[in-house]
């Protein structure tokens, strides 16, 4: 679905990215585990046109990437959740939702993605006229994820969904992506520094240092790789 090849991003004279491949198939959850600063991110953002790269090739279901404007590559139905959220914080969590529906006019399906998505987190239906920025982090989060599902898409990018969240709070984030995988036929890129539960949820995943790919193997290997253990899970 998804196939990166060779990528190289930067940022003016930094060299974030220094020639990323890697590949996701439709249906899996992959995740890209990292220390702070190895490109995380900016794989992310590469991805998604908002930091194009200087070289290589990002071919999506054959569409290259690379050159395409980030709106046209959301209308192709690759979508990230950003790191922090940004939520709309004055518009109300229905607004919010509305706001991710925004380039589809299929009433019906919304309507229908607006009841999964409510069902999927009761919380927000009992907030949904309530103002974004009144809401909790994990509340926050749920929301991030939501507005992006409205838009129905193929792919979905998640950066850190549980960063600065409570364990129990990152339990249920994580165990919702997995549903959402299960039940929507969904990809999952996520992008995480809780290495461990990131690897649980994970099909397969890829390590990442320094701007480049240094190991990548299935969740189960890597989560029993003492190289991983000792680095990521604290082992
Ligand atoms: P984190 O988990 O802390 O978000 P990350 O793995 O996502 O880290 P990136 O944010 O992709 O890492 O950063 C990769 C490198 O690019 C780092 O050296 C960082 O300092 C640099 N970088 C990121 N954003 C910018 C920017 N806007 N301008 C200049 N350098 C940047």
């Known amino acids: ?34 220390a702070n600063g190895a490109g995380k991110s900016t794989t992310l953002m590469s991805i998604c046109g908002i930091v194009p790269p200087r070289s290589g090739s990002i071919d999506f279901e054959g569409h290259e990437l690379t050159t395409m404007a980030p709106d046209k590559i959301v209308q192709l139905g690759v979508v990230q959740v950003p790191e922090g959220r940004r939520i709309f914080p004055d518009l109300t969590v229905q607004e919010n939702l509305d706001m991710g529906a925004f380039l589809r006019n299929d009433k019906d399906a919304i309507k229908n993605e607006l009841q ?88 397969r995943g890829y390590v990442m240092e320094n701007g480049a790919i240094t190991l990548t193997d299935t969740s189960e290997k890597l989560l029993a790789n003492d190289e991983v253990r000792r680095a990521y899970l604290g082992i």
């Not at 004279?13 to 995740?31: P, R």
């Not at 129990?168 to 036929?185: C, D, S």
Request: proline share 4%; no cysteine; net charge neutral.
């Open 116 to 203: 999964y998505i409510y069902e999927l987190f009761p919380i927000l239906a009992q907030r949904r006229n309530q103002p974004g920025g009144t809401l909790s982090g994990g509340e926050q989060q749920m929301l991030a994820i939501s507005r992006a599902l409205m838009t129905q898409p193929k792919l979905l990018l998640l950066d850190e969904p549980s960063l600065g969240l409570a364990p129990i709070i990152v339990q249920q984030i994580f165990e919702i992506i997995k549903k959402i995988n299960k039940e929507q036929g969904t990809t999952i890129f996520l992008v995480e520094q809780n290495a461990n539960q990131a690897l649980k949820i994970a099909h």
């Open 1 to 34: 679905m998804l196939k990166l090849n060779d990528v190289k991003t930067y940022y003016g004279n930094i060299h974030a990215l220094k020639g990323i491949s890697l590949d996701i198939n439709e249906g899996e959850i992959i995740t890209l585990i990292g």
